[in-house]
């Protein structure tokens, strides 16, 4: 298990705004459009991309400077409710359904940040719970990673 310990409020950087790729990213509270992002998190079987809204972004001040965000997952399906998703067989382009709900705040890095998706009420008569579609808006699929080793240092120029 790694050691954290608290930082002094001088070792935390607040950021309003991040920009990767052009795309401008934000916590909701600055604007409910802008802090829909996929994120690309480590997991026991290998990344898992899921969507998410930012609640806030800071840079933690050191020897190099780290970019973090506290993100909320959105609900993926029941495995049930998940076989009446119309949209995987096309592909991650097409997107997918989620709950409309959050789950709890999770911290981290903004590296893992791959794109900003666009998110739709979606009605099905056989779910039951409310489900919205998100769609990832790739602004070019196939070189997104390509991004992925810049992006700290895009990240560390936040507006506050």
Not at 118 to 127: E, M, Q, S
């Amino acid at each position: 298990m790694e050691y954290t310990h608290a930082q002094s409020p001088e070792a935390i950087r607040w950021c309003e705004t991040v920009q990767l790729g052009g795309v401008i990213f934000q916590p909701a509270t600055q604007s409910q459009r802008n802090s829909h992002a996929m994120v690309q998190l480590p997991g026991p079987h290998g990344d898992i991309q899921i969507a998410a809204q930012i609640l806030a972004l800071f840079v933690l001040k050191g020897e190099e400077d780290v970019a973090f965000m506290v993100i909320s997952r959105y609900a993926p399906l029941s495995d049930t409710d998940a076989e009446q998703d119309p949209y995987p067989q096309f592909g991650i382009l097409a997107g997918r359904l989620y709950y409309d709900e959050l789950e709890a705040p999770i911290i981290t890095r903004a590296s893992h940040l791959l794109a900003p998706f666009a998110k739709t009420p979606f009605k099905l008569d056989y779910i039951v719970k409310p489900v919205v579609h998100v769609l990832p808006l790739y602004k070019d699929l196939y070189s997104h990673s390509d991004i992925l080793p810049d992006i700290e240092a895009e990240v560390l120029e936040c507006t506050n």
